[in-house]
């Protein structure tokens, strides 16, 4: 039973496995077995808690309550606080401690049904009939799909109202209806389904009795077919008119009077014309009221005909899900993560679902030009059996916020609210931590216009986990898309001014003010000085030299040319590694080559150039040579023992004044966005293409 795991007294379930129902909720008080606190509360017993009296409401809190109080509120994530919280209450038996604790409990974890009904328990005892109530109305309200919730909840009302008042039994019915129409969907439902029908009997109401068993027959549950069963049992063991209401027995009995008829026609051939011949004046016999005893056994066989054919589409719904269930072995929400193989059981048995939900809608469009209204019905049903899936799930599957996405795409197409709703349930109950989909809530309020909610969920989010860049970003986005700039730099500057602990966290802040301050506020100035004090705090961040070289270099070449090249003397003066360094005199050649006023600006750019590749390739043969040297000597080996063969014909030499220059790896040489093509070897041939345009500057640079 989904969040089930705990039976009440009198369950008639029939269990394959019972010790797969464990419910951690309650057993992990130690002290406590669950079982046995179940059936208590059933009945009316002791459940573990005891009220101390109205006298305990005074007074400060027992010392060993706060310090168990502190460890939950400096860790509400640890479980184990938790019930080291409650399993101190429930010994001590302190009335205001108690409901403190399962308040805030319950706040944090209202999927765990267990503590629902002992906080009932506990306000009952205590003689507070009305506040157990509204606890069971809590918790209902917080997982609706609990039927051992509502049925600890119909009988605290069965044992607390009296029942010889008409209104009192209006009552108990309409929160079996609110029951069914919630938890009567699923799989495991039968002992509300059998309460409900058994609770009509003692009422003296078999007619509303055969209905609660015809409507669950119905719904695809586990003991399909002991209600069968007990249905048959029902109509043979009473009259039709008891059994039925008045319209189904209407319709039974002038169903059996036109077989009646019919077959007269076949036995005597007997005309219509003199059937219905009768002396004038003389009407047709007065219906004494009763139904002979063939009369009842004929409507029984009509009953039985139409009740075998209902049974038998529920049982072939009941068989295409069978497997499904089985494969479920932990329905109940628990803080321990679930294996794989329970993930995957869930996940195909929605998706089967889901499809199952489609296949019927297509078959409804194609019905609605013919008028067939029970396609359309059977295209409700599908959706409804699609939705109380995927509550089972997220009972079990609670933490995992895979499937509250899931439930959100499936939502889409059906309405904004249901898929404002189901955000709201995990981001504010049980996902808190969980940025990704808040961020998805945000995203998901600001498409359809709600900015200040938007604004509010992150305010939230930042508030819960501070510090997140993807939340301040995010932030920063809403406001510059909704046209707020003012805010937007804003908030960045903040950003910006908190992470000056963090070297690292400062220079990517940083970059994102400057693109800001340049790309948005058109103002290279300012963003040029956020890079410079920046450079000043983290000297070896590459990635900061390297946008300031980017901005420098978005204006007027002939202008910032001065500023684009003592960008890249500071970057090499800078403590950098020498790829960077290279990559950067790179830069700074090709600027000189394409945009400097004197050959003079060249030449020493490019004796800059060849010093770092020299002083590169001396420190990496340096680290190499021992590699090197064996590797030579193991081909030298291998030649010794090969044929010579004739060396293939080779090119004339042609002295190449530069190196071939060394590639960046990493995020480097990605960021450098339109200039790393610039410097791929196969483009730039490791400067061995410009031999040509370099020969009238060979008396400056004789061949190495």
């Known amino acids: 039973m989904a969040a089930e795991g705990t039976e009440e007294l009198g369950n008639t379930e029939q269990l394959t496995n019972p010790s797969e129902l464990y419910e951690p909720e309650v057993a992990d008080l130690p002290g406590t077995d669950a079982k046995e606190s179940a059936e208590r509360g059933a009945d009316g017993g002791d459940t573990g808690f005891t009220a101390g009296g109205e006298e305990e409401e005074e007074g400060d809190m027992p010392a060993d309550f706060q310090r168990l109080w502190k460890l939950t509120s400096d860790n509400p994530q640890d479980f184990n606080s938790w019930t080291d919280l409650l399993q101190y209450c429930e010994q001590e038996g302190h009335m205001r401690a108690c409901r403190q604790a399962l308040n805030a409990f319950l706040l944090r974890y209202p999927l765990c049904y267990g503590y629902w009904k002992k906080f009932a328990d506990l306000e009952r005892r205590a003689g507070h009939i009305n506040k157990a109530e509204e606890v069971c109305e809590r918790g209902l309200k917080a997982i609706p799909l609990s039927v051992d919730l509502w049925i600890h909840y119909i009988n605290l009302l069965l044992g607390t109202l009296n029942m010889n008042l008409p209104e009192s039994t209006q009552r108990i019915r309409s929160v079996f209806e609110e029951a069914v129409a919630a938890a009567g969907w699923d799989f495991h439902s039968d002992r509300l389904w059998d309460l409900y029908a058994e609770w009509e009997k003692e009422q003296g109401n078999l007619n509303f009795m055969t209905g609660v068993y015809d409507r669950v027959l119905r719904v695809p549950t586990q003991l399909y077919n002991t209600h069968y069963e007990k249905l048959k049992a029902h109509l043979t063991s009473h009259q039709p008119r008891d059994v039925l209401s008045p319209e189904e027995y209407s319709k039974v009995r002038n169903e059996y009077k036109q077989s009646q008829i019919q077959a007269k026609k076949e036995r005597s051939d007997i005309?219509?014309?003199?059937?219905?011949?009768r002396p004038p004046g003389e009407e047709e016999p007065a219906d004494n009221g009763k139904d002979s005893e063939e009369a009842v056994q004929?409507?029984?066989?009509l009953l039985m005909v139409s009740l075998e054919e209902l049974y038998q589409q529920n049982e072939a719904e009941v068989r295409k899900r069978w497997n499904f269930e089985e494969s479920i072995k932990r329905p109940y929400f628990h803080v321990k993560p679930l294996d794989r193989a329970q993930l995957k059981a869930w996940q195909s048995y929605l998706d089967w679902e889901i499809a199952e939900a489609e296949n019927a809608a297509v078959d409804a469009e194609g019905a609605a030009v013919e008028g067939n209204e029970g396609s359309k019905q059977k295209c409700i049903t599908g959706h409804n059996r699609v939705l109380i899936l995927f509550e089972r799930c997220l009972i079990a599957c609670a933490l995992y916020e895979e499937f509250w996405?899931?439930?959100?795409?499936?939502?889409?197409?059906?309405?904004?609210?249901?898929?404002?709703?189901?955000?709201?349930?995990?981001?504010?109950?049980?996902?808190?931590?969980?940025?990704?989909?808040?961020?998805?809530?945000?995203?998901?309020?600001?498409?359809?216009?709600?900015?200040?909610?938007?604004?509010?969920?992150?305010?939230?989010?930042?508030?819960?986990?501070?510090?997140l860049a993807a939340v301040c970003l995010r932030t920063v986005g809403l406001e510059r898309r909704a046209g707020r700039l003012d805010v937007a730099e804003a908030l960045l500057k903040e950003t910006v001014e908190k992470s000056k602990d963090n070297p690292q966290l400062h220079a990517f802040y940083s970059i994102k003010l400057a693109r800001f301050l340049h790309k948005l506020c058109k103002s290279p100035s300012r963003a040029r000085t956020v890079l410079q004090e920046a450079i000043e705090l983290s000297p070896d961040n590459g990635r900061l030299y390297h946008n300031l070289l980017e901005l420098e270099m978005s204006g007027d070449p002939r202008a910032n040319g001065g500023e684009i090249l003592q960008c890249v003397a500071k970057a090499l003066a800078a403590p950098l590694s020498p790829k960077t360094k290279i990559l950067f005199s790179q830069r700074g050649l090709q600027f000189a080559e394409d945009f400097g006023t004197t050959v003079q600006s060249v030449v020493s750019m490019y004796e800059e150039h060849q010093k770092l590749l020299k002083e590169h390739d001396g420190k990496r043969q340096a680290e190499n040579g021992n590699d090197d040297t064996e590797k030579m000597s193991k081909m030298d080996d291998a030649s010794a023992l090969t044929v010579p063969q004739t060396a293939p014909p080779t090119m004339p030499h042609v002295p190449i004044t530069t190196p071939p220059p060394s590639m960046m790896g990493g995020d480097m040489s990605g960021s450098y966005g339109s200039y790393g093509s610039w410097y791929q070897q196969q483009q730039y041939g490791g400067y061995g293409s410009y031999q040509n345009p370099w020969s009238q500057y060979n008396q400056y640079y004789p061949p190495s």
Do not use: D
């Open 271 to 277: 005309s219509a014309e003199e059937e219905e011949e």
């Open 298 to 301: 004929k409507m029984r066989e």
């Open 405 to 467: 996405n899931k439930y959100v795409h499936y939502l889409a197409p059906h309405g904004l609210e249901e898929v404002r709703n189901v955000y709201r349930r995990a981001c504010e109950i049980h996902l808190p931590y969980k940025h990704s989909i808040h961020l998805q809530w945000a995203s998901f309020e600001e498409k359809h216009g709600n900015i200040t909610e938007a604004q509010r969920i992150l305010e939230s989010l930042e508030m819960t986990v501070p510090g």
